[in-house]
DNA sequence: TTATATTATGTTATATTGTTGCAAAATCAA
DNA sequence: TTGATTTTGCAACAATATAACATAATATAA
């Protein structure tokens, strides 16, 4: 039997989980926003997000190009990228600054900033909400006077797989 | 009379530091770490440097490129990503992810991950090493079995200066 | 329901950032 | 000085992202 749904939400998502339930949730979730909030999840913007979904790891908007066209047709860079827009906009999405490259957001909705874990051997990512992390940043920040809007923390190094040889 | 050098440190420059001082301590440094490492820091490599510490604000490797064509001539952009390579290699400049831009090490030669304030509004940026923040990063990260390579932590608000006005 | 406004998408072109590969020049070491 | 190594010049190109404008789809109001 598989696991429940949604384990990446503290930390990396064991190479045994059901991923479906990943890809089943994120829509729900997409879908229950934008009706909140009265935006429209268009066909193709569902398409997006279910490619950004198809693993847990990060995907460049060109490399996500490539596979709307396999599936839906005709797209331009352009489409992605308003798809993109818009899915962050609704904190369905992230993007990840150090790699140019976007994921689904483990805990859409949540007003958040995430903390994300790069693996550099498999690309695993996982995504953190540590408010020790975030506190701390807040606090150094504040000591000099600075006001924080959007935080960056990306961090790259071996997941815990990569690092025990389970993947090399 | 003007302040002492490199006030960059612990946070913001103050507007009225001397900033020669910040250039001639950062070219120096520089100076010392190629004699030690037996690395050559030749004329373009030093010019590009100088132009990163033009002032206390990440600046993106095609303005440098337009510097650098008005200072010395002819110049095309692997020279200036061959030179800020170098640099980075020896710690005397930072690449920014989150804006795709460069700026120079305040701490060059000690081995660190800083984390960095950007404000939205003057682009003044400061560069601070709490050890608070890379701590609760590493506990966060080694909680999921994550092991830390380099972190990227870029901050983006509003800086002192403009948070109270003094520059709007 | 039709007319109108708004929003979303298609399309083409272009901007921005960064890299590759190879030749020429400068520097170093013997 | 010779030969090896490193640095720079140069040309082309790759990857990422945006602008501008036309068309299509959807929502809203009469």
């Known amino acids: 039997m598989k696991k429940p749904a949604a384990p990446a939400a503290l930390g990396f ?6 991923h479906d339930d990943c890809v089943r949730a994120a829509l729900q ?3 229950a926003i934008c009706r909140e909030r009265g935006q ?4 193709l913007r569902r398409q997006v997000l279910e490619l950004v979904w198809s693993n ?3 995907v ?3 490399a996500l190009l490539d596979r709307l066209q396999q599936v839906s047709g005709r797209a331009a860079a352009p489409t992605v990228y308003r798809a993109l827009d818009f899915l962050q906009g609704l904190g369905l999405v992230h993007r990840l600054a ?5 994921a689904g957001c ?4 949540e007003a958040h900033t995430g903390q994300f874990l790069i693996c550099t051997s498999c690309q695993a990512l996982a995504e953190l909400n540590d408010p020790a992390v975030a506190g701390a940043i807040a606090g150094s920040a504040e000591a000099t006077g600075f006001s924080v809007g959007h935080s960056t923390v990306e961090i ?4 815990p797989d990569c690092r025990s040889g389970v993947r090399s």
């Open 60 to 62: 460049g908007a060109y």
């Open 106 to 109: 483990v805990r859409p909705g």
């Open 29 to 31: 979730a997409a879908e």
């Open 98 to 102: 150090s790699l140019n490259a976007y």
């Open 56 to 58: 847990h790891r990060p």
């Open 156 to 159: 790259s190094g071996l997941c």
């Open 40 to 43: 429209r999840l268009t066909a």
């Open 13 to 18: 998502a064991p190479s045994d989980h059901d």
